[in-house]
T-cell receptor
Framework: EAGVAQSPRYKIIEKRQSVAFWCNPI?????LYWYQQILGQGPKLLIQ????????DSQLPKDRFSAERLKGVDSTLKIQPAKLEDSAVYLC?????????????FGNGTRLTVT | RKEVEQDPGPFNVPEGATVAFNCTYS??????FFWYRQDCRKEPKLLMS???SGNEDGRFTAQLNRASQYISLLIRDSKLSDSATYLC?????????????FGTGTLLAVQP
């Protein structure tokens, strides 16, 4: 089966600019996640969708970050305006269902550098 | 205190060695537990789930101690290809939901 697809792989922007990331989950996976992984740290959940509804966005900095999953398939994550501390790898993951015993499948991430 | 704590390492071991990683978690309501592996500049991938009775997959053994809120991963007969970061993952959401909390990871370097 095809894995989780993300684009772009790399992005370099200046602070205060905006950026958007795209994710296409594994076909049939209802649950989609965006994680932020700063160098030397574990992934931190930003937002979780179940189909096209938000399940958890408690750690999303809503003053600058937004995400949507229209039609319950693809998702985009946007940062506007970017700050230096947003430099990280942004990982998209999907799972077949949202139960606690279902493993996550990650995409290969977007590496963002804010200068 | 972090919700999931791991020794960041690095653990430098020779090929063939046995190495153990530990992880503690603070939320006693956590229901499911996992070890993920992350190679350098790659995405995390599920290594194994951790069951209450302990479970083994080839050279890898995972143990869970709910009373002490402690998870371990044992790797026997280490291979060069085992070099990676091992992430301890705890599902804070309980059995019905996925609310995975990742540790910072433990870096393993297997030396020839």
């Amino acid at each position: 089966e095809a894995g989780v697809a993300q684009s772009p792989r790399y992005k370099i922007i200046e602070k205060r600019q905006s950026v958007a990331f795209w994710c296409n989950p594994i076909s049939g996976h209802a649950t989609l996640y965006w994680y932020q992984q700063i160098l030397g740290q574990g992934p931190k959940l930003l937002i979780q969708f179940q189909n096209n509804g938000v399940v958890d966005d408690s750690q999303l900095p809503k003053d600058r970050f937004s995400a949507e999953r229209l039609k319950g398939v693809d998702s985009t994550l946007k940062i506007q305006p970017a700050k230096l501390e947003d430099s990280a790898v942004y990982l998209c993951a999907s799972s077949f269902e949202r139960t606690g015993f279902t493993p996550l499948h990650f995409g290969n991430g977007t590496r963002l550098t804010v200068t | 205190r972090k919700e999931v704590e791991q020794d960041p390492g690095p653990f430098n071991v020779p090929e063939g060695a046995t190495v153990a990683f530990n992880c503690t978690y603070s939320n006693s309501a956590s229901q499911s537990f996992f070890w993920y592996r992350q190679d350098c500049r790659k995405e995390p991938k599920l290594l194994m789930s951790v069951y209450s009775s302990g479970n083994e997959d080839g050279r890898f053994t995972a143990q869970l101690n709910r009373a002490s809120q402690y998870i371990s991963l044992l790797i026997r007969d280490s291979k060069l290809s085992d070099s990676a970061t091992y992430l301890c993952v705890v599902n804070r959401g309980g059995g019905a939901t996925n609310k995975l909390i990742f540790g910072t990871g433990t870096l393993l370097a297997v030396q020839p």
